[in-house]
């Protein structure tokens, strides 16, 4: 499904709350592979594929008020908006415009981390590992033996079955090779992750 965002003649206000909506939508539903919106900003005096200058007005991101450098985008709620989504304030922050003004894209700080190790051997310890609140960066993995750790690792490898059942994108497989002196005691390694945004130990199934 390819999500194609209008931005009509509804205000300025509207437009905003549709680019964060629509990002929104386009994260939570795999199905959507791409989002666009037709006009950044419209060039002042120009005109595209025949339209009128007042109409590519209306269906640009950005007014031309805005400034040929963007000098004025800040005075824009949808410029605001536009900022939300990059990857440095989505799901990341709770300051930016959609967060405040829709609830959208906050940080968020549940304790649903997933892990599980579907290999132990005395050589090899294999799973996969991730957190839901920020399901594009890899975990970090460690592994200890009488509550001392003794080895981490990212959870960075492809798991495409993962990725299936979770409908999310990203690496998010570990492997350790565990070291020959705790291999005589690898049944009792224990493999735990924390939660990324608050710290919180789970321990691996």
Request: net charge positive.
């Given at each position: ?18 680019i ?8 939570s ?5 791409s ?7 419209r ?9 009128e ?11 031309a ?57 005395h ?37 495409a ?14 492997k ?12 009792k ?17």
């Amino acid at each position: 499904m390819i999500y194609s965002l209008l931005l009509t003649d509804l205000g300025e206000k509207y437009k905003a709350e549709y680019i964060c909506q629509a990002h929104h939508y386009s994260l939570s539903n795999p199905e959507v592979i791409s989002q666009t919106h037709n006009h950044f900003q419209r060039a002042i005096n120009a005109t595209s594929l025949n339209d009128e200058p007042e109409r590519l007005e209306q269906h640009s991101m950005l007014p031309a008020g805005a400034g040929k450098r963007l000098e004025n985008r800040n005075k824009y709620k949808a410029f605001k908006a536009y900022l939300s989504t990059s990857q440095s304030n989505w799901n990341e922050k709770n300051s930016h415009y959609c967060c405040q003004n829709y609830g959208l894209g906050c940080l968020r700080s549940s304790n649903n981390i997933k892990i599980r190790v579907d290999k132990k051997t005395h050589s090899l310890i294999r799973g996969w590992s991730y957190d839901p609140d920020k399901a594009h960066k890899p975990t970090v993995v460690y592994f200890q033996l009488d509550n001392k750790v003794i080895g981490k690792t990212l959870s960075n490898m492809p798991r495409a079955g993962v990725n299936r059942a979770f409908r999310i994108s990203g690496n998010h497989g570990f492997k350790w090779i565990v070291p020959t002196k705790y291999r005589d005691s690898y049944d009792k390694i224990e493999v735990f992750v924390r939660d990324l945004t608050t710290g919180t130990k789970t321990m691996a199934n």
